[in-house]
């Protein structure tokens, strides 16, 4: 029966070998720890040029590896629907795992809540937070002590993540600890079973002690976030009230409102009043909806620049060209780093991009067909799953040549970008993957860590004992390192 519904994959390369006759796949993943399933796949991925089938019991997986048809499956309008997989994030209203009809709409309402104006006003909160972080860190540079800094740039990209969405007074309010405590446990769960194919069949998950934990953590968050929802509601409703359709705004100098933050649960709050068009949120919607984003946008932050920050202290040559553009540009330690500041970066820019192709924090999507799509003469029916493998997609020996495993931002200056004289594929660097489900938040996340990365670099300058030729993997919901992002910092003698 298998075989035969199956059969449509009889022409696909498959992945070699099939450890056992019925489970296909399977058994090539089962008892594997999650860092091993990632470099599992990650050989697989590598050893298809376009694309292939992996088959798990009764259900097939296509693996698209070429960069042409990796733009074709995520810029077609019949695969922007997520596979089931994605149900473990538990926020059906949030776009990283709503079903297809619920996200098109929300996507499109959302997508104006990241735009240049609004990404501006956030320059003050990504400064502030910056700086904060920049204080935490001198403890270590005067003790010489060697310092974990993905906790604490963690710490640093919750905070702009809360205050961003939430508003600026979100940690000072009663039960914000706690709150922090049980976010880690949520996310944990996630990762934890996300690998374990058993966990995904809610029967057998409601009896664990993981769905227990995650329940009680999910619990104390959402009583949390609910006050947050209700004291913004009324606050919004008395501003409109007071002010006849929110007329004391207008009043505002230009000025004063460019640099005011609108922080996201205010645009969803207030869209409907000024646009009555505009879709109302419910309490539930806006709440998952914000948890998307801290869920989506904090730990993928953090870890790629901590990835970043580990990268450079490896090679200190790229730190000192990178220190050189950042010093040019900024004069003090604590000067505000500016949108046209920003513009100016370029090195950093591309050590940034060159630290997401190598050590890309979101290596593995997914997605799935609404209806028949061809690729390559294939015809793919409807309802199949496709995978992606960024991390493979970025190591490419034909697209980024002979030293694609090496660490090297220069790839990314004007005019480096072709090989043989052909130009690099746009779909051949994803981090923020593609097409219209790729990353809302990637013009936020580049921002936020061009400010951190210009402000650490600026003030510090980082060593690591480590060695690139050492780096092991863990994987969770991001792909992080298997052993502490330890480097030391030393004061800069100008700061
Ligand atoms: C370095 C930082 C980041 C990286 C590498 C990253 C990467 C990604 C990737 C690869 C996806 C596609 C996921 C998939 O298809 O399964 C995604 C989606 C998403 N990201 Fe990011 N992201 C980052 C930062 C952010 C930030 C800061 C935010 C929010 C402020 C954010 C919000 C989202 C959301 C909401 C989605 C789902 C989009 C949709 O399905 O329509 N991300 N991100």
């Given amino acids: 029966y298998w075989r035969q519904r199956l059969s449509w994959a009889d022409r696909i390369p498959r992945a070699r070998p099939t450890v056992h006759r019925w489970l296909g796949n399977l058994g090539d993943f089962i008892g594997k720890s999650p860092a091993e399933v990632f470099l599992v796949l990650d050989r697989h991925f590598r050893s298809h040029d376009r694309l292939f089938t992996m088959r798990f019991g009764s259900e097939l997986a296509i693996g698209i590896t070429h960069p042409e048809l990796v733009q074709k499956v995520l810029t077609h309008p019949d695969c922007q ?278 050590m890309p924090v979101a290596p593995i999507v997914g997605r799935q067909n609404l209806a028949e799509i061809v690729l390559d003469g294939h015809r793919i029916p409807k309802g199949s799953v496709f995978l992606f493998h960024f991390y493979a997609l970025h190591r490419r020996k034909d697209v980024w040549g002979a030293t694609a495993d090496e660490f090297d931002p220069d790839r990314f200056l004007p005019g480096k970008g072709a090989l043989d004289g052909e130009e690099r594929h746009p779909y051949s660097h994803l981090p923020f993957s593609g097409g219209a489900r790729g990353c809302i938040g990637y013009r936020y996340a580049m921002m936020s860590l061009k400010t951190l990365l210009a402000q650490i670099l600026k003030n510090y300058e980082l060593t690591t004992e480590l060695r690139y030729e050492d780096i092991r993997y863990e994987y969770q919901i991001s792909l992080n390192l298997a052993f502490p992002h330890a480097v030391k910092l030393r004061r800069r003698s100008n700061c």
């Fill in 81 to 358: 629907a997520k596979p089931d997989l994605y149900k473990v994030v538990r926020l059906p209203n949030g776009l990283l795992a709503a079903k297809h009809d619920v996200w098109k709409v929300h996507r499109k309402t959302l997508n104006s809540t990241f735009n240049a104006r609004i990404l501006e006003s956030f320059v003050p909160i990504f400064n502030d937070c910056t700086q904060r972080l920049v204080q935490r860190l001198d403890h270590y540079a005067r003790s010489g002590d060697r310092c974990n800094i993905l906790e604490y740039i963690s710490a640093c990209t919750l905070e702009m993540i809360s205050r961003t969405s939430l508003g600026g007074a979100v940690f000072e309010r009663a039960g914000a600890e706690q709150f922090i405590a049980n976010l880690e446990v949520a996310l944990k769960t996630i990762g934890v079973r996300i690998f374990n194919v058993f966990l995904h069949i809610d029967f057998i998950y409601q009896f664990t002690e993981l769905y227990r934990n995650e329940m009680r953590a999910i619990g104390i968050c959402q009583q949390f976030t609910r006050k947050i929802i209700q004291d913004k509601r009324e606050e919004i409703a008395r501003l409109f009230d007071e002010n006849e359709n929110g007329q004391e705004q207008q009043q505002e100098s230009q000025e004063q409102q460019h640099r005011k933050p609108q922080i996201f649960i205010d645009q969803l709050m207030k869209m409907p009043r000024t646009d009555p068009s505009a879709r109302h949120f419910s309490d539930e919607e806006i709440s998952d909806h914000i948890y998307t984003m801290i869920v989506a946008g904090n730990e993928t932050s953090a870890t790629q620049l901590a990835h970043t920050c580990l990268l450079l202290a490896m090679h200190p040559d790229v730190q000192a060209k990178a220190y050189e553009e950042v010093n040019a540009l900024v004069f003090s330690p604590d000067q505000e780093i500016t949108i046209e500041l920003m513009k100016g970066l370029n090195y950093v820019e591309c050590v940034l991009k060159e630290a997401m192709r190598l």
